[in-house]
């Protein structure tokens, strides 16, 4: 157990960071589907009221991520600064990977914390800007694929389809669904 110890400790922070990273990804995959699902024609007006565990599951997501990125402060191979770990392109390490996920984490906050401010905002014009978080959720993804240590590994990528195709296809649902919505719109329209 000691050797262990000894071997685990100097990568303490980075395996931290790893897990958090990952355990965000899935939070926000589920949150995302729960969402869409709730947001689409799936569940609107049937089934349970799933807003609490879509709140829960955003809030989750985003204390993972500040724990993702905090711990690579302490990260003895990367040696970030709070601005390398805060502020896009500036970061050495893998700039356009990193970058992506500090674009991401930075629109989920923002994002997912109007949800709180939706009364000065205006129902109408926070249920549009909400729309981004699948885009956020989106960059996420990528920055996951492009700089996981854990990308190229087979248990990763299973790990992520099974939470990531769901909401991938209720998204793709819900885009088909607007864009037809859009051409019958336009379609009734008098020329």
Known sequence: MTTLATAVAPHLFWITSRAAGTAALLLSSLSVCIG??????????RGPDLRVAHEALSLATLAA???HGATLLGDSYLHPSIADIAVPFLSGYKTLWTSTGIIAFWALALLGLS?????????????????????????????????????????????????????????????AGSARQRTAVTASRPA
């Open 65 to 67: 991520l500040v724990v």
């Open 36 to 45: 869409l699902s709730m947001g689409g024609r799936f569940l609107k007006g």
């Open 115 to 175: 949800y709180y401010f939706r009364a000065r905002i205006g129902q109408q014009r926070w249920r549009k800007l909400h729309r981004f978080t699948a885009l956020a959720w989106l960059l996420g993804l990528v920055h996951s694929l492009g700089e996981g240590t854990d990308a190229g590994q087979a248990w990763f990528l299973a790990l992520i389809a099974i939470a990531v195709v769901p909401a991938l296809c209720l998204l793709l649902a819900r885009l």
